[in-house]
């Protein structure tokens, strides 16, 4: 079948259209350029009727919101998760990498928590602390400007507290704590473990005419109506079109490779249109890659041609290495302080409103890097499982547990809101080893050669997995709780989550001075070809104890800054 | 007025819709065939989503004995009472004959399980359970209703963790209809103004508000105010 070529040739083709991509997409069209954005999923709005999932109950699923097809449960917005069909990855022996994948306009910032974390000072520099892994070669000093911009466009909520390597910033209030935070904040304290309003973006308070303020539902997962919450359709691509943007959206567009030519420079993009099944050819002068760390990386590797043999941008042969995604590990309990609750409505944002930044020095402890610690609880819309176990928390009072008959009513009322939970997100450190590579064996339902992952964890997450688990217990003991279940030993690794379940996957093209060592320099422009960028976390050098997405917009802005000017310059 | 309407012009005031969107079909031609949802589950579904759900409404799993049989359970588990409704005024059977379906791990544990429950019963009282009295019904159940809690879930014999999941799933199923809920005094679900924990509840449970962790909460009285800020990023307005 012939490949179908496109006869116009766009200023820029972006690759993906969440975070990075949506604020390229914006960036790039407001200063005029034409812009292409290829999705690999469908058109998607959080405002359209047909596909919204906001304030619908449980009993309007058949299923009651059970996750039997959509990983986080059937309300959560995002179209995909850890397995996809028709497009699988595969892992070498022994490792076990879970990749989720939402394919969708707007991708995972659909369904995101929407904790928007700079990183700091410390954070881009981490081998100067400990000695391990590598320093960006660019510091907070140049990525502040954008964070402070970032705030200012799309609104966070949070507050100025002065910490040394968690910034100030431009936030709107925070909401006030819920009853099972405020049991948090005494337990925490307790502990030594200081605590803070958290830093979400949910607008809780006007930032312009074009979006809604938050009502409270606590549903940001399920993507908001309103506009209320950051999701990259709503705050960055729609708004870019309704300002005049040329900006056409190509939904359901699977790209395969970059096309190069002789000079080894980037024509554009070819990708496979999901619904004739055909692939397409599409011009572009410059292509930004957002298609998130891992695709992005299969895409340069993919991208083979005489000039550049061993993917685009991999003369290094360190595309898909060094990927690394945080440590993660939970804790549940039990706080009889907070039985027989009288109900209000509590749901709040979707997500905390207070939380603990990492709070250590690590000179004093046996692993490196820290972790910042999110915490649930409270008096949620019933789902699927609701009601499971009613009153397994009985032998907590040396009561029977079991039973049938009316008296289930009384346990299920009697200890609603009673348990809360501890989830620690952590820095590791990126090892070159942990890497994405293309599996030569097989393809995906579009012909497209697909990844094979290989991940292990090293003894430093795994110790402050250990020390957040610790950490965990004492603080729900300090809360008058009992930790629910056992706590997971060295043999279970202290219940360390496997890489890609907290998704903060980053590192796979990464950012450096030399060309030899890294995918891309401090402008995520490729070091082999100057008209392809990455925008996505694929460059981050190391991750931090913050989630990625803050960072990948404010670096994704500078880039498109970047580009307009290199632009203008002639440069590219 | 529809809700969704009003809640769109008392909290924005005009949202961006109709956007032009251009290249390639950018939305599916046809809506995604929301004939097959019934209005029941009228929810954000990609077509292959709709039509998974379509086909799971199509097949049927449990027999009409089986079916019976859950019904009695769902009715002892959780009975109706003079003021409250009960599982089987909300339709728990017919969930469960979905869920089963949905999840088909649960298949063997069930079937199993009902097929140990008649054959408990006609060797115990010489009938199937749903033939029994009241009486020997639970003092049927009362064999398998009380877990040993220690030992783990999975080493415990199967019609112990058959009541455990059928109790569950009744549960489940009465806590997430419009009744359970009702019942449950779940508030939320509806667009509010969140401003902080109620008096008498943080007296109940005897904490407080640090004064000074609320000065830096959101002043709801100005929500529809626009933020402004100095250079050194304190809010103005």
């Known amino acids: 079948m012939q490949i179908i070529e496109e006869s116009k ?68 917005t995002a179209y995909g998760g850890w397995e996809i069909e028709g497009e699988p990855y595969t892992n070498t022996d022994n490792t076990d990498f879970k990749w989720f994948r939402s394919r969708m306009l707007g991708g995972r910032t659909n369904h995101w928590g929407r904790i928007s974390l700079r990183f700091g000072p410390k954070d881009f520099k981490r081998k100067n602390y400990d000695g391990l892994g590598d320093n960006w070669p660019i510091g907070y000093e140049d990525v502040k400007p954008y964070y402070d911009k970032v705030d200012k466009l799309i609104g966070v909520f949070g507050t100025n507290e002065g910490l040394p390597n968690d910034p100030d910033g431009f936030f709107l209030p925070p909401p006030k704590p819920r009853l099972h935070e405020l049991f948090y904040i005494k337990g925490a304290r307790k502990s030594n473990v200081p605590v803070y309003p958290s830093r979400m973006s949910m607008l809780t308070k006007k930032i312009n005419d074009e979006r809604g303020v938050c009502f409270y539902c606590g549903q940001c997962s399920r993507a908001c109506q309103v506009y209320a919450d950051f999701s990259s359709g709503s705050c960055l691509i729609f708004p870019a079109q309704k300002n005049g943007g040329q900006v056409d959206l190509f939904v359901n567009c699977m790209v395969r490779e970059v096309t190069t030519n002789e000079e080894g420079e980037a024509t554009g993009v070819s990708y496979i249109n999901k619904e004739d099944r055909r692939e397409y050819k599409l011009k572009g002068k410059i292509v930004v890659l957002a298609a998130s760390a891992c695709s992005s990386a299969r895409i340069l590797l993919n991208s083979k041609s005489k000039q550049h043999p061993n993917g685009l941008g991999n003369s290094s042969d360190i595309v898909g290495k060094y990927l690394h995604d945080s440590t993660g590990s939970n804790l549940m309990g039990f706080v009889p302080e907070l039985m027989n609750r009288k109900t209000y409505n509590e749901d709040g944002v979707g997500g905390m409103h207070v939380y603990s930044p990492w709070w250590l020095e690590n000179e004093k402890l046996d692993f490196p890097r820290g972790y910042h610690i999110e915490m649930w609880g409270g008096l949620g819309m019933p789902s699927y499982g609701f009601g499971f176990n009613p009153n397994d928390l009985n032998k907590y009072f040396g009561l029977k547990v079991g039973g049938y008959g009316n008296d289930l009513r009384k346990d299920v009322k009697k200890y609603y809101g009673s348990v809360i939970g501890m989830a620690g997100r952590g820095e590791s450190v990126a090892q070159k080893e942990n890497s994405c590579e293309l599996d030569p064996t097989k393809v995906d339902e579009f012909g497209i050669p697909i990844l094979k992952f ?21 603080i729900i003991h300090n809360m008058g709780g009992h930790v629910i279940g056992e706590k997971a030993g060295k043999e279970q690794n202290y219940g360390i989550l496997a890489p890609g379940e907290i998704i903060h996957e980053v590192g796979t093209t990464r950012m450096g001075d030399d060309k030899k060592t890294s995918v891309v320099n401090s402008h995520q422009q490729l070091h082999d070809a100057k008209n392809v960028f990455v925008v996505d976390a694929g460059p981050f050098v190391s991750q931090a104890d913050k989630n990625p997405t803050w960072t990948i917009l404010a670096l994704s802005w500078r880039t498109s800054d970047y580009i307009v000017e290199q632009l203008k310059q002639q440069n590219i | 007025m529809d809700r969704r309407k009003s809640l769109k012009s008392i909290l924005l005031g005009g949202v961006a819709s109709g956007l032009a969107v251009h290249g390639c079909n950018p939305k599916p031609e046809s809506a995604p065939e929301e004939s097959v949802l019934t209005p029941k589950y009228n929810y954000g579904r990609t077509p292959k989503e709709a039509e998974l759900i ?69 060797s115990d009282f010489n009938n199937q359970f749903i033939s029994l009295t009241g009486e020997q019904q639970k003092q049927l159940l009362d064999t398998i209703a009380y877990p040993n809690m220690d030992m783990p879930e999975i080493e415990r014999p199967l019609e112990i963790q058959f009541f455990s999941l059928m109790r569950n799933l009744t549960l489940t199923g009465y806590y997430t209809s419009k009744e359970g809920i009702e019942e449950l005094g779940y508030k939320g679900n509806s667009p509010n103004v969140w401003d902080g924990v109620p008096q008498d509840v943080l007296e109940q449970h005897g904490v407080s508000y640090d004064e000074e962790w609320l000065a830096k909460c959101v002043d709801q009285s100005k929500r529809a105010v626009k933020a402004e800020w100095d250079d050194a990023g304190n809010l103005l307005t």
């Open chain 1, 9 to 76: 040739t766009y200023d820029v083709i972006i690759v993906g259209s969440g975070a990075g991509g949506g604020m390229a997409t914006k960036i790039l069209s407001e200063a005029g350029l034409k812009v292409a954005v290829v999705e690999a999923g469908p058109f998607f709005d959080p405002a359209d009727p047909e596909q919204m999932t906001q304030l619908k109950w449980p009993y309007e699923s058949p299923r009651r919101g059970a996750s039997t097809i959509r990983p986080f449960g059937d309300f959560d």
């Open chain 1, 454 to 474: 290989n991940y292990q964890w090293t003894d430093h997450e795994i110790k402050q997995v250990k020390h957040m688990q610790d950490t965990f217990e004492e």
């Open chain 2, 54 to 122: 379509a086909e799971l409404l199509e097949e049927t799993f449990f027999n009409a004995h089986e079916m019976e049989t859950i019904a009695v359970l769902c009715g002892l588990i959780l009975p109706s009472t003079e003021e409250l409704k009960g599982a089987l005024d909300v339709q728990v059977p017919e969930f469960i004959e979905f869920m089963v379906k949905d999840i088909p791990e649960y298949q063997p544990t069930l079937r199993g399980g009902l097929m140990w429950l008649d054959h408990k019963s006609n």
